[in-house]
């Protein structure tokens, strides 16, 4: 069995037990990077030299304090290509900015790299994030590990598929609709939207920036718990950084649903979701309440909004936070034009992909005057509406029980020409986004062989108790050790 | 919109876009259902304020380290067309 | 000859705040001389995933200025982003704030000659600098530009004055107020030349008592108070001239060309109002309780108007002497220093202000910044009004410590120039010289007034030059009374 298919913690041990060094660790998932991921398309990029470099600087920590250093020390990870890397190109997927080397890294990366982690390279994602089916990268597409013919979700859709494949010990991706928990569902994985302010997105190339979450992507919940641990908490760099303590994230791991009352969303089970994902989703809930929870139905009635609501915010900010891609600064620029005008077009024209597009000029649309008050001030209410649904229901359930998606990964291809279809895919996890609260999907069960996650919300800053309900879930559905096949129609 | 926001986009890209825009914009249109005569609108959530920082200076980068990533620079410069 | 038209104008005021760091990153504030691009970091060259972080002195400079200004401080201001595309706005947006700004509602008082006025300011807010364009030669014709972010995300107070100024030349004059308060609350340097102190105006014309308002014009690329007055004076004519013979007034942006003394048309810019303003959400919002605004209150120095009456009413000076006096928060201090010291408030009045100002003038340096401390120009000018120095002596003895540096009082003992009055010391001298003169002692009480004149001299010849001869002339007469 390889190494990498063991939790973090184990592997911990064993570093200190002197079984296996981080060298050899780093070398067993860049060997399987080379094996296997020219067919899923993971990585856009390996950095095996400053891996091997950062495996060795471990191992020296490690033999000079055994008991000394994190858990993360000597873990072998990976970054979306949205969080920037010191000295390491960094490109958000799209060619406009292609050979971008950033001479900063991302806060959530810096804090990684200074627990001991050993990064491996940048994972493949939709366009600056801009997708839920990774088709949207401007250089590969990433395919699902457990049927290659399908999507692995996005737009985290690398960092799903390089912990499902065990590439990596763990992930981080971002998180701005659902855009970690619905790849971590299509891959069989752990996935974490923490809330808003949790963790720092210095660095985080931003899409939507009041929606914005970098999260961790991992095997198990304590995993994840481990790596949320590591990069959460107050950042001087963001303002928007919650400076309330993040506390032992890990302290309710085994405390069991007992006494739990966990909401059922009437909204969200009346939605026409696959029967493979509803009867696992049902499965799961009761086992939930064999375990000592109790269901509660609750109503958040402003559901059917905030598609609409995320729709109109996010491509603003959108227009606003992709204006800096102006070819000016950095990227590939612009080659013929002679007067400004012209140079920002053809940068912008060349460098920005489809969907990207779109949301840009959605974007513009609904900020402009005569449309603002229809559109972007009313989303802004809405958004309160959806925020107030939460929080009623917080009051009466200690968390919310749901699928993360409607159905399991679909066909590569059979959602790109229609931009609504795409966008109904994360109706059940941009919610939370709207609302700036907790969320985990983690793997409950497999329909037809592809995996299909469970989706914990919590209330604002309650990722510890996400992280209880989600460990009772991941230990009666017994199948986050399944490995997938690598196969399929692909 | 494409001018706006310096798309540059050709002909045939303009309709297709205005098309799927037009697809959007209906669909988003489903706000005007929503009741929001009771509520202020949220731009953030967390509820945070005045977050600030001391006034100190801290070294950033040199002009070098600026401009490493620029594709036309002149004289420690950034070149763009001239603005017509 | 044409109906009469009134203007209607109203200035906006960008101000760079003198903060050590940057608006929303640690570059330094102070960018003037670095070589290009060399005051930067990964923020405010606007590098994708990085985030502003406000600086707190700013915001506290803005709100005393505001304080300054008669302005209400709202509870809670936000900040919005200002999009447009420009190569000098790294992030393609400007981080300012729309419709809740810092401060609201203020006035400012003014004299233009001998009127005072009142215009409102309906805001004072905050925002970035952008960065500064260069031209390869002359800016129409050269085809490229370069970009310097040196100034990138320097703190921008703007301060949005309403459309109450009612002629050309009052629009200096409201500048020349507002420059000196932002002085006094020392957060701008008021330098218009470099550009951290900038102006723009608006203008239009109407009848005399019409209420409505004609299709504004704003001036651009005023860079002193002179081309603000004369770019005001261009307008009203041009304009005046435009509606005298049946024509509109386009509503644009004009610049002001100091060469050629017009303004031209500036191309419209496309979709100029459209700057898609919206909540800026990197930011929260901030909340500024009452607290903290008193405290600020409290804190603000005295004010330019409120000083020059002051000094008026406590030391007697003239209201010219006054103006003069408090031009600036550290001449005014000079000032009351000097007499402090001693001086009387009159002499030390015109010795700063005729003298050490004309000689600060010629040497572009502040009184307050001068070589002369206060205390040796109190000394001087009480040697002066004990009759110990003439006139014409302490002046060529101030120019010289003025420029040397030297301590004034060591200049005057060194020189000898100390004029010796102490009737005490005198009587010495007096006394010796009668001794040795006993004929002309004689001469004189028998009538002979040229006797006192070689006695005089005697005395003077004592004290080598530095008795007080008019003292000297009134003790031998005391000592030699006739009958």
Do not use: A, S
């Given at each position: 069995m390889s190494l990498l298919e063991e939790p973090i913690a184990e592997l911990g041990r064993r570093l200190r037990r002197r079984e296996v060094s981080a060298v050899e660790l780093a070398q067993a998932a860049l060997g399987a990077i080379h094996a296997d991921d020219e067919r899923l398309g993971a990585f856009l990029r390996t950095t095996e030299e400053s891996a091997l470099a950062q495996a060795e600087a471990a191992d020296r920590r490690l033999r000079e304090e055994p008991d000394g250093g994190g858990p993360l020390l000597g873990i072998p990870v990976a970054y979306k290509d949205v969080l920037c890397t010191k000295g390491v190109e960094t490109t958000a997927a799209s060619r406009i900015l292609a050979g971008f080397i950033p001479p900063y890294s991302a806060t959530s990366v810096r804090r990684l790299e200074e627990a001991g982690a050993v990064g491996l390279g940048k994972l493949n994602c939709d366009e600056f994030a801009m997708g839920s089916s990774n088709e949207n990268s401007a250089y590969q597409p990433t395919r699902n590990?457990?049927?290659?013919?399908r999507v692995p979700g996005g737009s985290s859709g690398g960092s799903a598929v390089a912990v499902a494949a065990r590439f990596a010990c763990a992930t981080l991706g971002s998180d701005t609709g659902g855009s970690i928990r619905l790849p971590a569902s299509f891959c069989g994985v752990v996935g974490v939207k923490p809330s808003y302010g949790r963790v720092s997105r210095y660095g985080l190339i931003a899409f939507a920036s009041s929606l914005d979450q970098v999260g961790p992507l991992t095997k198990t919940v304590e995993d994840a718990a481990l790596v949320l641990q590591v990069i959460a908490g107050r950042d001087e760099r963001d303002s928007t950084t919650s400076p309330a303590p993040v506390g032992d994230l890990r302290e309710l791991l085994a405390a069991g649903v007992a006494g739990m009352r966990l909401g059922v969303p009437r909204e969200y089970l009346d939605m026409k979701l696959d029967p493979g994902v509803r009867a696992i989703y049902e499965t799961a809930a009761a086992g939930l309440e064999e375990a000592g929870a109790t269901l509660v139905p609750v109503s958040l009635p402003s559901t059917e909004y905030a598609l609409a609501a995320y729709y109109v915010i996010a491509p603003a900010e959108v227009s606003s936070n992709l204006a800096r891609m102006d070819g000016v600064r950095f990227g590939p620029g612009f080659a013929a034009a002679t007067d400004l005008t012209q140079a920002y077009e053809e940068a912008r024209h060349r460098g920005f992909g489809d969907e990207v597009r779109r949301r840009i000029a959605l974007g513009t649309y609904v900020l402009s005057s005569g449309y603002y008050d229809a559109y972007y001030l009313r989303a802004q209410k809405v958004r309160t509406l959806v925020a107030q649904d939460f929080e009623r229901v917080f009051q009466e359930v200690d968390a919310i029980i749901s699928p993360t998606a409607p159905t399991p990964a679909f066909a590569l291809g059979e959602r790109v020409g229609n931009p609504l279809a795409m966008y109904a895919t994360d109706i059940l996890t941009l919610p939370a986004n709207l609302a700036g609260i907790s969320g985990v999907s983690v793997p409950a069960g497999f329909a037809d062989g592809l995996p299909v996650g469970l989706q914990v919300l919590g209330p604002y800053l309650g990722e510890a108790t996400c992280f209880r309900v989600a460990a009772a879930v991941e230990e009666r559905a017994d199948v986050w050790r399944v490995l997938p096949a690598l196969g399929g129609s692909g | 919109m494409s001018r706006l926001a310096r798309l540059g986009l050709t002909g045939d890209e303009l309709a297709e876009l205005e098309a799927q825009l037009k697809d959007i914009i209906e669909a988003v249109g489903k706000l005007s259902q929503a009741d929001i005569s009771q509520v202020d609108p949220t731009t953030q959530v967390g509820g945070l304020s005045n977050a600030m920082r001391d006034d100190v200076v801290v070294p950033g980068l040199s002009a070098e380290q600026a401009l490493a990533n620029a594709p036309t620079t002149e004289a420690g410069l950034l070149r763009v067309p001239a603005i017509q | 000859m044409s109906a009469p038209w009134e203007p209607v104008i109203g200035l906006e005021v960008h101000a760079q705040l003198l903060t050590k760091s940057k608006m929303f990153c640690g570059c330094r504030a102070q960018y003037l001389g670095l070589p290009p691009n060399s005051n930067t970091c990964p923020v405010c060259l606007g590098l994708p995933g990085t985030l502003p972080v406000m600086n707190s002195r700013a915001v506290e400079f803005t709100i005393r200025t505001a304080l300054a200004l008669n302005c209400r401080i709202p509870e809670f201001t936000k900040f919005d982003r200002k999009n447009y595309f420009y190569p000098d706005l790294p992030k393609g947006y400007q981080i300012s704030q729309y419709d809740l700004p810092l401060s609201v509602d203020g006035w400012l008082e003014f004299e233009v000659g001998d009127r005072s006025v009142r215009a409102g300011i309906t805001r004072v807010h905050l925002e970035e600098d952008a960065g500064t364009l260069h031209h390869a030669g002359e800016i129409h014709t050269s085809p490229f530009s370069l970009v310097d972010l040196n100034r990138a995300g320097v703190p921008l107070m703007e301060i949005v004055g309403e459309p109450d100024l009612r002629a050309p030349e009052e629009a200096p004059a409201y500048l020349a107020a507002l420059r000196q308060t932002l002085m006094y609350l020392g957060v701008n340097d008021g330098n218009m030349e470099e550009g951290s102190l900038r102006c723009d105006a608006n203008i239009s014309l109407r009848r005399p008592g019409a209420t409505a308002l004609g299709a504004k014009v704003e001036v651009k690329n005023m860079n002193s108070f002179r081309s603000i007055q004369r770019a005001l004076e261009y307008e009203c004519k041009r304009q005046a001239d435009l509606l005298d013979s049946g024509q509109t007034v386009a509503q644009e942006t004009r610049g002001w060309s100091d060469l050629e003394q017009v303004t031209v048309s500036q191309r419209s810019k496309e979709e100029a109002q459209e700057y898609r303003y919206f909540p800026e959400p990197d930011l929260p919002p901030l909340l500024v309780s009452r607290d903290q605004v008193e405290e600020l209150r409290r804190g603000l120095p005295e004010l330019p108007q409120a000083k020059r009456l002051r000094l008026r009413e406590q030391y007697g000076i003239s209201a010219d002497q006054a103006r003069i006096i408090a031009e600036q928060a550290g001449d005014a201090d000079y000032y009351e220093q000097v007499v402090a010291a001693g001086a009387g408030p009159a002499a030390a009045a015109n010795w700063q202000v005729q003298n050490l100002q004309a000689l600060c003038n010629a040497a572009r340096v502040r009184v307050g910044e001068c070589k002369v401390p206060a205390v040796a120009l109190a000394e001087l000018v009480k040697l002066v009004e004990a009759d110990r120095v003439s006139g014409s002596v302490a002046k060529e003895v101030l120019a010289e410590a003025f420029a040397s540096g030297a301590n004034l009082i060591d200049l005057v003992v060194r020189r000898g120039l100390t004029q010796v009055s102490d009737s005490g010391e005198l009587m010495k001298m007096v006394e010796q010289a009668l001794m040795g003169n006993q004929k002309a002692a004689a001469d004189y009480k028998a009538g002979n007034d040229r006797a006192l004149g070689s006695l005089v001299g005697a005395v003077m010849a004592l004290s080598q030059g530095k008795a007080n001869p008019k003292v000297v002339n009134q003790l031998l007469r005391e000592r030699l009374p006739r009958p």
């Open positions: 590990p457990f049927d290659v013919g | - | -």
